[in-house]
């Protein structure tokens, strides 16, 4: 009859090498052969333990005897008994010291310590200890490398040391008859500088080789303890997965110890014994999982400093020209108009680093992926763990772990790197508990802010390595940035825009702003005629309404068509060169020329200008992204709906910098940035840069209102220009159709025509006969006047007129605004 199969549950690695040992066949045959040995087997373990105790016992008992032997040593054998030879106090004095262990305990100490090793005897307790430990539990001290060491140390260089240190009596016992013969035998043969030499050797060989397996590991603990924390040891998580596994499918003694217990015990005895091994297994893996090296990095601290920030180099200290003699007296704004949010030093918690590590170590396990090193970059909200996977494992098959990894680390946001571009390795960002709050003064006030030769410098946050970020807007060359509502867009453009400001003078830079909230950038009014831009017949520098945008729109487009003949004419390729040759004087102002600012376009809520004026807005934005950048004009725009008829594919081509904030969805991810990782960000200012290839993780630096409301203060406080500097003047078409619109011709069923087109988009004069049962010379008078009101584009034969009007939306207010002359009428 064949046995019924008991199931257990053992860890996963056990199950692989037990079904490959499995030979059901032989089995049978064993396990027939062997059943009368299980009580021997368990005679054997009872012995083992009984005499690993002895062990035990005895290494006390040995220790005892050696310190009192060496203590009473010294009291029965006065210094001034000097009459006797050396290796007659070796052979006689035995007999004379009494110790606290009795004859036996003597006449031992006298053989271990006088005729044998002196102080290295206490070795030999050590050894009697290990011996019994391995016995009783079945645990090693040491490993093989240090046993050597020990017994090198204890059995040869301590005999050798002590005996040329203490060569009379009675201190000679330190160092034994064996180091009395050794110095005897080493000085005839090296002398005493060579004996010198080689106890300088030996434990600094012991001690290069230590530090060369162990230097990284241990620097690293060295630089945790400095700041006042140990790393826990590693934490006991039940993290294995368990499987239903038979007792015939186990090895044969496994079997036999099995089947005993059944008999002799009681049900839940058993099961108390196979927790206690499952217990062990675990045990046993982590301790392995403990082994992998472990190194943090420490956090960058990067000074900040309290001086103002000194504008670009304006091509040249001695060059002929200076623009910002127009505003001679201008300051830069001082860095103290900001506030120092959070703290600038990161501080470690070793315990999270080391709960993580174990965690992450256990959970590849539980799949079968090995790891060998493992290297913590600590930031101000994430840490970075890079693990090198052993040889032969699939990258993709850890990347496929990332919601498994959420689950173990109980943490949302997990993102993991699968390689590190220009590294062999593999990295998993994992958000702190405790995040750090970046404030834009540390970045300021940074070496690398502040020392940058950069044309348009910018600082956007801290990296996960704690380094201030800081670019060139000028290199990238515009930038798009997306993000769900409340996640740090706004912030994100504060913090570009205040960077700009601590940097540049008025005569090098102005901002276009396009608000179309109304209440994002009010605040930067105050610097209007300073550093704004806007059309000659506008009143406000922050443009909120849609046709303004338009206009402002292909204003700059003629502003670019202009500086592109300014760049012909001076035959140079790009602005820097081209200003450059003016502060040189190498071009005649009475020709034309002039020195040429940079120019900011930044827009806020870029999906509702879409949503309002469509097409009317994307070409000259297309245009501008395409031409613009060597004529120093850049582009900054924002949206929260990063979906594709809001950012379409145009746009994305001459966007190479993205910034994304967090979104709500994977598709909302790969939108901005043509691939995943920003749906699992944790918002506040956490996100990920774009720049072509490589993406980077940062966490915006944070500006407060009252921040920015000081800065603006500061500079709007001071001598400006007589008005803002003006953009060309922009002929609108739609305006001029709409004088020729007269209204008090207009059909009665002209709304209503123009809301079933804007409907259906589609221009088409037999689509109004349908839906309105209209002739067709009425049909086609409607056309003609929606045309002359601008809704529909011209006759273009057989297809059907362009749809200039995106919604409904946007058509009541063209219908508004093309009624409001009749209404002042």
């Known amino acids: 009859m064949p046995k019924k199969s008991n199931k257990l549950k053992i860890p996963e690695e056990k199950v692989d090498k037990k079904v490959e040992k499995k030979t059901s066949s032989k089995r049978k045959t064993v396990k027939k052969k062997k059943s009368n040995t299980k009580r021997n087997f368990n005679f054997d373990i009872k012995y083992q333990r009984v005499l690993g105790f002895f062990f035990l016992l005895f290494s006390i008992y040995i220790l005892l005897s050696i310190s009192s032997f060496i203590v009473n040593w010294f009291e029965a054998n006065p210094s001034d008994e000097l009459s006797k030879t050396i290796s007659s106090y070796f052979s006689d004095h035995a007999k004379q010291v009494e110790v606290w262990t009795g004859k036996f305990g003597s006449i031992l100490s006298s053989y271990i310590v006088l005729k044998g090793f002196g102080l290295g005897a206490f070795f030999i307790p050590l050894l ?142 058993f099961k108390i014994e196979l927790d206690t091994a499952v217990k062990k297994e675990k045990q046993k893996n982590e301790e392995k999982s403990s082994e992998i090296e472990f190194t943090v990095e420490k956090p960058k601290e990067e000074k900040v400093s309290e001086d103002k920030v000194k504008p670009g180099e304006h091509f040249g200290v001695d060059s002929e020209y200076d623009p910002t003699l127009d505003l001679p007296n201008f300051k830069m704004p001082p860095i103290n108009l900001l506030e120092e949010n959070g703290s600038e030093n990161i501080e470690i918690d070793s315990e999270e680093l080391e709960r993580n590590k174990v965690k992450i170590v256990n959970t590849l396990k539980n799949y079968s992926i090995e790891i060998t090193k493992i290297k913590a970059t600590i930031g101000p909200t994430v840490t970075l763990y890079e693990i090198v996977p052993a040889p032969g494992v699939r990258i993709s098959k850890i990347k496929n772990l990332e919601d ?165 004419d001076a035959q140079v390729r790009n602005l820097k060169e081209y200003n450059r040759k003016f502060i040189a004087r190498k071009l005649n102002p009475n020709q034309g020329h002039k020195y040429l600012p940079y120019i900011v376009l930044v827009i806020d809520e870029f999906a509702d200008l879409i949503m309002t004026a469509g097409k009317e807005v994307e070409n000259p934005i297309t245009r501008l992204a395409q031409l613009a950048r060597a004529v120093g004009i850049h582009l900054i ?13 145009t746009i994305k081509a001459n966007f190479p910098a993205r910034i994304a904030f967090r979104v709500i969805s994977k598709v909302d991810s790969r939108t901005i940035l043509d691939s995943g990782g920003a749906d699992q960000l944790i918002g506040r200012g956490d996100m990920l840069l ?136």
């Open 128 to 269: 009697f200890l290990a011996i019994g430990f391995k016995l009783l539990i079945n645990s090693a001290l040491f490993k093989t490398w240090t046993w050597f060491q020990l017994i090198t140390i204890s059995f040869l260089w301590i005999p050798v040391l002590f005996n040329m240190i203490f060569p009379d009596h009675p201190e000679n016992i330190l160092g034994g008859l064996l180091g009395h013969h050794l110095n005897i035998w080493l000085a005839n043969y090296i002398g005493k500088v060579g004996m010198i030499f080689s106890l300088i050797f030996v434990p600094a060989v012991f001690i290069l080789i230590d530090y060369q397996f162990n230097f990284r590991r241990n620097k690293k603990k060295k630089e945790i303890e400095s700041d006042n924390k140990t790393v826990s040891t590693v934490s006991k998580d039940d993290l294995y997965n368990t499987v239903e596994f038979s007792v015939k499918d186990a090895d044969e003694e496994n079997d036999l110890l099995f089947e005993e217990e059944k008999k002799d015990k009681p049900s839940n005895t």
């Open 404 to 568: 498994d990894i959420a689950l173990n680390l109980a943490a949302m946001g997990i993102r993991i790197i699968a390689p590190i571009p220009g590294k062999g390795t593999v990295g998993i960002e994992v958000p702190n508990k405790n995040p750090n709050t970046v404030s834009m003064r540390s970045i300021i006030g940074s070496d690398r802010f502040r020392n940058s030769k950069y044309e348009l410098p910018f600082g956007l946050g801290k990296t996960i390595a704690n380094e201030s970020f800081v670019a060139d807007l000028t290199k990238m060359p515009h930038i798009l940035m997306a993000g769900a509502t409340g996640q740090g867009k706004s912030v994100g453009l504060n913090a570009i825009i205040a960077s700009l400001l601590y940097t540049k003078h008025p005569a090098e830079l102005k901002f276009v702003m396009v608000d179309p909230k109304k209440v994002e950038l009010t605040l930067f009014s105050r610097i209007e005629r300073h550093y704004l831009a806007k059309l000659p017949d506008s009143e406000e520098a922050i443009i909120t309404d849609t046709r303004k945008v338009v206009r402002t729109l292909n204003s700059l487009g003629i502003e670019m068509d202009h500086r592109y003949e300014l760049l012909k």
């Open 637 to 649: 725009i924002a949206t929260q709906r990063p979906s594709v008829n809001i950012i379409t594919g």
């Open 690 to 825: 774009s720049t072509g290839s490589d993406i980077t993780r940062l966490q915006c630096a944070f500006i407060d209102t009252p921040e920015v409301d000081k800065l603006t203060e500061y500079i709007g406080s001071q001598r400006a220009y007589p008005d803002a500097f003006f953009l060309p003047e922009y002929e609108d078409e739609e305006l001029d159709k709409k004088a020729e619109y007269n209204a008090e011709e207009r059909d009665e069923l002209l709304e209503d025509a123009a809301y079933i087109i804007v409907q259906n988009q589609q221009g088409s004069t037999s689509l109004l006969q349908r839906k309105l049962k209209l002739g067709y010379n009425r049909a086609g008078r409607i056309i003609d006047q929606l045309e002359a009101a601008g809704i529909v584009g011209p006759f273009e034969g057989s297809k059907a007129r362009e749809v200039r009007v995106a919604n409904e939306m946007a058509l009541e207010q063209f219908l508004k605004d093309l009624n409001s002359p009749n209404d002042e009428n």
